[in-house]
């Protein structure tokens, strides 16, 4: 358990209040994803090291009240990090291989290996299906289109250290070493902002252009359309992470998991 208060700061337009936390259950879950029509979130729990491959990784299920329905509802991953939906398949970045889960039944379907991939990062899924997944180590975000991989960006169009990743609407951003980025159609990235501490991990659109950002160190930020930021969350002196986030923007929750404390925290964006 952790004492919160809500952050406050100059011309703060924004803040965070917390409405719960789960059990410390979850065994270090990396990546928190909402689904709105089974009104459930999934984790993507590590249960180890975040690069190796020893079975132990598992997806989880928790509640919208931050009761834990399963703590490990899919077992036999590695390292899973980021998860994208689309329709009843649940998409996991799993080290070097993307993975197929039935969200029916919690089986796992299919693999898509990707080739000469080290460290498989985020997932994102477009109104098509397409999926894309990014490769931090690689410095390269891939895509599978029709059940075949290819390279989507590279460390040619300026990558350096790619981490979350967002389809939305027409438009696809990327966080990469403290900044986030849209990638225009000739594949060349425009900033958005940077400067963001503490390794750059999750990225969710609130409204408009306007997004929340969390920072795997600990942090959490409100970056609006016109590049400006707010720190809406620091816990780093608590040393509690702030993984990759998953958000219901309807309501307006914001759900962190805290990685090495192995539970997920429920916000409201005020």
């Avoid at 894309?132 to 390269?140: H, I, P, Q």
């Avoid at 503490?198 to 359309?225: A, H, L, M």
């Avoid at 986030?245 to 192995?262: C, M």
Wanted: aromatic share 10%; net charge positive; hydrophobic share 35%.
């Amino acid at each position: 358990m952790f004492s919160f208060f809500i952050v406050s700061a100059n011309a703060q337009q924004h803040q965070l209040v917390m409405k719960w936390q789960t059990d410390t259950l979850l065994k270090v879950p990396e990546s928190v994803l909402y689904d709105a029509k089974n009104k459930v979130l999934y984790t993507a729990n590590i249960d180890g090291q975040p690069n190796e491959k020893d079975g132990k990784g598992s997806i989880g299920k928790v509640g919208l009240d931050g009761k834990i329905i399963a703590a490990e509802w899919v077992r036999g991953l590695n390292a899973p990090k980021g998860m994208g939906l689309y329709k009843k398949t649940l998409y996991v970045a799993d080290v070097d291989q993307v993975v197929a889960i039935n969200i029916k039944d919690g089986t796992i379907e299919k693999t898509y290996p990707v080739s000469g991939a080290v460290f498989l990062n985020d997932v994102t899924v477009d109104r098509k299906g397409v999926v894309y997944v990014s490769d931090s180590r690689t410095k390269k975000v891939h895509r599978i289109r029709k059940g075949q991989v290819t390279t989507f960006l590279d460390s040619l169009g300026g990558l350096r250290g790619p981490n979350g990743v967002l389809a939305h609407g027409k438009n696809f951003y990327v966080l990469d070493a403290g900044g986030l980025y849209r990638v225009e159609e000739d594949k060349k990235l425009t900033k958005i902002t940077d400067g963001m501490e503490g390794g750059t991990d999750g990225v969710e659109n609130v409204t408009g252009d306007d997004f929340i950002v969390s920072c795997w160190g600990g942090v959490v930020y409100y970056v609006s359309g016109n590049g400006t930021k707010e720190k809406l969350l620091d816990t780093r002196n608590q040393k509690i992470n702030s993984a990759d986030i998953g958000y219901d923007a309807k309501n307006r929750i914001l759900y962190v998991p805290t990685f090495w404390k192995n539970n997920v925290v429920a916000y409201e964006l005020k």
